[in-house]
C-alpha cells in the first residue's frame, strides 16, 4: 500500500494510526501542502483524487480517497485489530465520535477554508483564529461530554482498546494545540490521549515522525 500522505495533515494522521494498529506496512508518499504552490494541487496529484485532498491510500489497483472510508476499507478487507466493536449501536457510536471531527470541525478549519477566508473575505489574521477557535471548543466541548459521561468510554474513546473515534480525536488535539487552543477544559480527552502516546502506533503516526516532518 502507499500512503499519500502530508506530515501535518491531520486526516493522513488519522489513516497512518489506523494502519499502524492494524500493522499493516506501507510506502509513505509525501505531498506537500505548502511547496511548489500546493502539490496536492497539481494535475498528478488530482488525478488521483480530483478532490486535491490527502489522504489518498493506494492498495494494488485501488485508489482509496476520504480518510473515514479508508479506516472502514482497511475495517473490511484487515479486521484484526478490530477497530470498531460489534454491537449496531456501539459502532454507531464510535462512528458519531469520529464524524464529530471528521465532518463537523475539521472541514471548517481545513487549510483552504481558512485561506478563502484570509486571501477571498478579508478577514484577519486574529479573526482567523477566532474562527479555528471557536469550532474546535464546539467539537471538542461536544466530544469530551459525550465520552466522560458514558458508561462505554473506558481507556481509549470506546472500551479499552483504541478504535476510529481515537484515530480522529488525537490528530484534531493535534491540531487545536498548533492553533493556541486551550484543551484545560477536555480532562477526559487529554487522559485518553495519554494512554494513546504509550502506543507505539500512534507515536509512530505523528506528525514530527514523518519522513517529511518539518520543525
Ligand atoms: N474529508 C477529507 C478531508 C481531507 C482534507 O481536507 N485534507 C487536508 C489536509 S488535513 C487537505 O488536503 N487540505 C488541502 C487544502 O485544504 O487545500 C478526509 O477525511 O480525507
Known sequence: MKLYSYFRSSASYRVRIALNLKGLGYE??????????????APAF???????????LTDGSETLTQSLAI???????????????????ERARV??????IACDVHPLNNLRVLNYLTSKLGV???AKSEWYRHWVEQGLGAFEAGVANSPL???????????????CLIPQLFNARRFGCD???????????QRCRDLVAFRDAAPEHQPDAEK
Not at 462512528?95 to 464529530?100: G, V
Not at 468510554?153 to 484515530?167: E, L, V
Not at 484543551?183 to 490521549?193: M, R, V
Open 28 to 41: 509513505y508518499q509525501s505531498v506537500h501542502l505548502a511547496r511548489d504552490g500546493g502539490q496536492h494541487l
Open 95 to 100: 462512528r458519531a465520535l469520529a464524524l464529530n
Open 153 to 167: 468510554t473506558g481507556r481509549f474513546c470506546h472500551g479499552d482498546t483504541p478504535g476510529f473515534a481515537d484515530c
Open 124 to 126: 484577519n489574521e486574529s
Open 46 to 56: 488530482r488525478a488521483l483524487n480530483p478532490q486535491a485532498l490527502v489522504p489518498v
Open 71 to 89: 479506516l472502514e476499507y482497511l475495517e473490511e478487507t484487515h479486521p484484526q485489530p478490530p477497530l470498531l466493536p460489534q454491537a449496531p449501536a
Open 183 to 193: 484543551l484545560s477544559g477536555y480532562p477526559t480527552l487529554l487522559a485518553i490521549e
